[in-house]
């Protein structure tokens, strides 16, 4: 039997720390690492990505857009680096942000969460605006087939505050609430399940490394036991210390993501850099 | 030269009425047109509804997650329905949803609306959730390459009243106003350009048939010279009588999604549904 994606997620985690490496294969490291504008390109791009990685972080987080820019046969190449990614059991987030409604959901689910899926991967990011309980059914057939989903909550992008930090009526509780608020709130139910022990459950956030958590409605309480992918570290701003500052207690359930500051290693350093880079996050956590 | 988005569907509604054909190949679908649950499955839907669509509608709309189902085989599929698509003169409408920032959304603008992309089309539908702003450069790219895009804003599932009719405060107006209104707000602005001469604009949004305008925070202002994407039609529960009911002044800007009430035809009746279908919208505005 598998192991949930909460359980797995933990193992990599514990095993080597929180660095997550992004595959970004976009036109200027294409270029800067001599290859391709094409889906060779991202191929040979996002396999040397994947080999420099193995045994060395807990997670890869390939960026579907720049493997669709080539259509299908950049998807081809994508289901080559996916399968090399599980095949040296690293963990993989599909960074899709794919969101939608009933059989169309479904669809989408089917293609990243099913087993034996040509793009199959641990983990799929997914988009609330349809509603964080439009999810609930994506919710229930991601831990059916034991993998995880990254519902984005707080991104640090600038223009993220105007609809992030809106208010929503919860008639019940009698209260208004941050969108974000509710999107955790809404989507993180089935991580309280007893099946999940107290551990980490299976439905994740994606909060950015450099969002302010109280100004976007977001406490320890509602983010207990929640995975969380915190894109934004290295080139974009937040360094490995920014993970105790910003998530406290929550550190240790978090993935931080990287990509530019790897990346832009090029082929010849990205080992090294990584290894550098996960050491970095190692002590900060471990110290 | 290239008529702009808005130009080319203007004179699309003129020459055929509102009617957009979805292409949602699911499995029940499949299943009753006696299809495999493949590649070549939903490559021979798409291509039959094309066939019955070309020369009696103004656009048809794939819903991408039937094709991603089966990975870069189902894409493959997907860019020879594409393909035969705008080879029948249709406009096409590629419902994929995506939505992120700066070059990653750069990457999906490339994959469905450059020139000559394997996967073109004429617009494409995107998500607001990281900030109606952070689309600023997504509608650049698109008004540069005459192509379109319907911004997700206000949509008639159940569950999705929750976030788009939250409070988001506008500072520089010293109001507050809901999601939806802020995000038909915010990415409007193009339509707006002389260049578009108060016709349509390139920038649509994605207004659910059975969606209560007012209740969002939707008026005729805010959606002057927009085109507007409405599922919902069909067996969804909005009747082409709704069209007027729904959207009055704005009815002769809107592309009528149904899916389910004309493809549940089965192969054999499905021009003929187009045909009826078609002349019922037709009626209703030119009546």
């Not at 514990?14 to 991202?42: F, K, N, R, Y």
């Not at 987080?61 to 996916?82: C, H, I, N, T, W």
């Not at 899926?117 to 831990?143: K, M, Q």
Request: charged residues 20%; negative net charge.
């Amino acid at each position: 039997m598998t192991a949930s994606f909460g359980v797995r997620l933990r193992a990599a985690l514990d095993a080597h720390g929180p660095l997550c490496v992004g595959i970004d294969p976009h036109a200027a490291l294409l270029e800067s690492w001599g290859l391709g504008q094409d889906a060779e390109g991202v191929r040979t791009f996002g396999l040397a990505v994947v080999e420099a990685s193995a045994g060395r972080v807990a997670a890869i987080k390939p960026q579907v857009s720049f493997f669709e820019r080539f259509g299908s046969r950049g998807f081809a190449a994508l289901e080559d680096v996916l399968s090399a990614a599980r095949g040296a059991g690293l963990l993989v987030v599909a960074d899709a942000k794919r969101g939608d409604i009933g059989t169309t959901m479904a669809g989408y689910v089917s293609a990243w969460l099913e087993p034996d899926s040509p793009l199959e991967a641990d983990a799929l990011t997914v988009s609330p605006y349809l509603g964080p309980d439009s999810l609930r059914e994506t919710i229930g057939a991601a831990v059916r087939a034991d993998k995880g989903l990254f519902v984005l909550a707080a991104t640090s992008n600038p223009e993220a505050a105007a609809l992030q930090t809106a208010r929503t009526i919860d008639v019940e509780a009698a209260e208004d609430q941050s969108v974000a608020h509710r999107v955790a709130r809404d989507v993180t139910w089935a991580n309280r399940s007893t099946v999940f022990g107290g551990g980490l459950g299976p439905i994740g956030l994606v909060i950015g490394a450099t969002v302010d958590l109280g100004e976007r409605g977001l406490d320890d309480e509602v983010l207990a036991g929640t995975p969380i992918l915190a894109p934004g570290f290295g080139a974009q701003g937040a360094s490995p210390g920014d993970l105790l500052t910003r998530f406290g207690t929550l550190a240790g359930n978090v993935l931080a993501s990287e990509s530019r500051s790897i990346l832009g290693a090029g082929p010849d350093r990205i080992a090294d850099t990584i290894i550098e880079r996960a050491a970095l996050y190692q002590e900060v956590l471990g110290g």
